[in-house]
């Protein structure tokens, strides 16, 4: 068996958007870093998604989190010298009925609070925003808005900080499968694999909808559900709308890509845990209806693509971060439930402020894995997929 490198400070096991984003945040204050991936960069949920950026939470974590990580997703490009695609169209979130109308009122008011720009739209201002929408077929009375919202290029964002993470001296492992986690009187130290093993004081369980497997290597017990996701993309059109639409009660998103594909996902008709990748029919039939009805125009361009994908679903829709009580070194990085693109960028900073300089946080402390111990949680409504 040959070892892959013998000793990193920081062994991360996935190369998706979290593990290189975080590599890139550990690189940078000077601790030396070994990423493990099984197969290649974005193979896992981070090359399936859509990518949306979005600010508009019920939770209070959720929104501060997304509001920092635009501020370094407007800065990415520059810092990572590559350009990721990072456009701000805004999302603009489907206000159904009153009772919608309420919660809506409620999330504005705790978002703008926390300095966030969003506005309650009525439905001639909804088509002036995204001049396809029929207010009438969506069944909606209004919208919500914030106009920094935006989307990136997955892949071109994953490579920009693993390649941004290389120049800085860590080293990545693609095609090399962790099969289990080495510990010794209560502290991590290392990873095996199958191509040998890694010694690291630290291990970063940031295996996306595989965390459970990774933490229970550790005997760490995690509550994560992988969910199946559909998501199609048309042909290319003119460019006519700038904002991903969204509907948290029809559970729809699409956007328009830079190329003028349009691209979106829906929940399938019938749910799918597990691992199974297979696109069905039915979430097609379910998705072609519901875009048709929401923007009737697009019922007459070209479906060219569809592909699933694992959301990894915790109990409060919210991600896990940080250390567990018993496992000295074996910070946790995941359980992102549907939105884990969006907030990398600032959970890789708090993260490697953890690990190199031992620096906590309140959102760090309320997102750890002990929470669920008392099932004290605080749920995010706001999903969509
Ligand atoms: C259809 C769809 C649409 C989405 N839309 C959005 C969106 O609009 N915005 C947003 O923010 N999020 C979205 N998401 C969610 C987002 O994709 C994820 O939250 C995010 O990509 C998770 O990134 P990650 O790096 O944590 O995990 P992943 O990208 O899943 O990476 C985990 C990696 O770990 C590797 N791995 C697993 N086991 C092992 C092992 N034993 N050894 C070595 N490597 C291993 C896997 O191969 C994988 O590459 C969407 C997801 C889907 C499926």
Redesign the pocket.
């Known amino acids: 068996m040959i070892a892959v490198i013998e000793r990193a400070d920081v062994a991360i096991?996935?190369?998706?958007?979290?593990?290189?984003a975080l590599a890139y945040e550990l690189s940078r204050r000077g601790a030396e870093v070994a990423v493990?991936?099984?197969?290649s960069?974005?193979?896992?949920?981070?090359?399936?998604?859509?990518?949306?950026?979005?600010q508009q939470w019920s939770a209070r974590e959720n929104v501060t989190l997304a509001m920092q990580s635009v501020e370094i997703f407007e800065q990415l490009s520059q810092d990572l010298g590559a350009d990721i695609g990072f456009r701000q169209g805004g999302y603009l979130i489907a206000v159904h009925d009153e009772e919608d109308l309420r919660q809506a009122e409620k999330n504005v008011a705790m978002q703008r609070s926390l300095g966030l720009e969003v506005d309650i739209l009525s439905p001639h201002e909804v088509t002036e925003i995204v001049p396809i929408l029929d207010v009438e077929g969506m069944r909606a009375i209004g919208a919500t808005f914030c106009p920094t919202d935006g989307?990136a290029d997955?892949f071109k964002t994953t490579y920009a900080y693993a390649e941004a993470a290389r120049r800085q001296g860590a080293h990545f492992y693609r095609f090399?499968?962790?099969?289990d986690i080495l510990t010794d009187q209560g502290s991590v130290t290392g990873v095996r694999?199958d191509r040998g093993d890694l010694s690291a004081p630290v291990v970063v369980n940031?295996?996306?909808?595989?965390s459970k497997?990774?933490a229970a290597m550790a005997g760490v017990e995690v509550p994560n559900v992988p969910y199946k996701?559909?998501?199609i993309v048309t042909e290319r059109m003119a460019r006519v709308f700038d904002a991903m639409v969204i509907s948290f009660r029809d559970g729809i998103?699409f956007s328009q890509q830079d190329e003028g594909q349009v691209l979106g996902?829906i929940p399938p008709p019938e749910t799918v845990t597990g691992y199974h990748l297979e696109p069905t029919f039915s979430f097609l039939q379910h998705m072609a209806a519901t875009l048709a009805r929401y923007a009737p125009v697009l019922s007459h361009i070209n479906v060219i693509r569809q592909w699933?994908?694992?959301?990894?679903v915790t109990p409060d829709a919210r991600p896990i971060l940080g250390p567990v009580e018993g496992l000295e070194g074996f910070i946790q990085?995941?359980g992102?439930?549907?939105?884990?693109?969006?907030?990398?960028p600032m959970v890789a900073r708090l993260l490697a402020d953890l690990i190199v300089d031992g620096a906590g946080s309140p959102i760090l402390e309320s997102l750890n894995l002990a929470r669920f111990e008392d099932m004290d949680i605080e749920q995010e409504h706001s999903v969509v997929?």
């Open positions: 096991v996935g190369g998706g958007i979290n593990g290189c493990v991936e099984r197969r960069l974005t193979s896992g949920a981070t090359g399936r998604c859509g990518a949306g950026v979005r989307h997955p090399t499968t962790v099969t694999t940031a295996a996306g909808a595989w497997q990774i996701k559909e998501i998103y996902g699933t994908g694992f959301y990894d990085c995941h992102f439930s549907g939105h884990g693109f969006m907030l990398a997929g």
